[in-house]
């Protein structure tokens, strides 16, 4: 291991801890499968069973149907743009700068966080505060870096949520068409969601990060892991060994994906 990959372990206070399981997770791809297969057959079935089905949308959503289509019709370009000028929910009144997303627009990772906070509102890029540089070390655990092209990071609103609150299910829903543009033109393998508001937004449903953790679920057809947000393993620290599980969970699922695409037929 190199020393700078020493110091960001040591950063992330996961030393010895994260050295040992980097060595046991990280290079087996081959032998991670039967995990990953099993993984992936477990969210198959709960797939079929406890996602709740779409239920028909109010009037005030069919509403804005119009506005989600033609959302869903922008390039990179145009959905820029569009975030930019966005005054669609009440957070753009506070805001500084809209934060669009960052990384390689054809990822095959793809990070998503809550909301941007008072450093990400000031610069325009998500996860630059102290959070930030948390998921760059953990990326970098991962031997992923956020200025190379496998990466993308993003949030469920573009507009920081003043003091830093969780956004309001309205904001959300508003910012939803974007989020979902993001995903379809990136097209990731593979969707990480950092902690409970971007899982809760990106799988429909109520449910706690421990019951999520460990297992490939699927946001509209991308498989999907959920793992505990930055923010929060600043003030837990020993939940850092969870995210460390999470992360060589999610190494190995991404391994199995790939090998399953370029498996020949
Ligand atoms: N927390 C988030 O969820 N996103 C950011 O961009 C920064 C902090």
């Known amino acids: 291991m190199s020393s700078r990959r020493d110091e960001m372990l040591t950063e992330m206070g996961l030393t010895p801890l994260w050295r040992l399981r980097e060595r046991a997770s990280i290079p ?16 198959a079935s709960e797939k079929a069973g406890s996602i709740p089905k779409a239920v028909a949308a109010p009037p005030a959503l069919r509403a804005g149907d119009e506005r989600r289509a033609a959302i869903m019709r922008m390039d990179w370009t145009a959905l820029k743009q569009a975030v930019g000028a966005c005054v ?11 934060v669009f997303g960052v990384g390689g627009e054809n990822a095959d990772w793809m990070f998503v966080g809550e909301g941007p906070g008072a450093d990400e509102d000031a610069q325009g890029e998500p996860f630059v505060g102290q959070a930030g540089k948390l998921l760059d070390n953990m990326l970098a655990a991962i031997k992923l870096d956020r200025t190379e092209k496998n990466v993308y990071i993003c949030n469920v609103v573009k507009c920081r949520p003043p003091g830093n609150r969780n956004p309001e299910a309205e904001e959300a829903l508003k910012c939803e068409p974007y989020l979902h543009r993001q995903i379809e033109l990136v097209k990731p393998r593979l969707i990480v969601a950092l902690g ?50 999470d992360l060589c969970f999610a190494v190995r699922t991404m391994a199995h994906l790939q090998s399953q695409v370029s498996a020949p037929i």
């Open 28 to 43: 087996l791809a081959a032998g991670a499968t039967d995990d990953t297969r099993a993984a992936l057959e477990a969210a």
């Open 88 to 98: 669609d929910c009440a957070l753009h009144a506070k805001r500084n700068k809209t």
């Open 196 to 245: 409970r508001v971007a899982a809760l937004n990106l799988l429909a449903r109520e449910a706690s990060i421990a019951s999520l953790r460990g297992r490939v679920l699927e946001y509209r057809g991308t498989p999907l892991i959920v793992t505990y947000h930055p923010a929060y393993l600043l003030r837990n620290l020993t939940d850092k060994a969870k995210a460390w599980e």
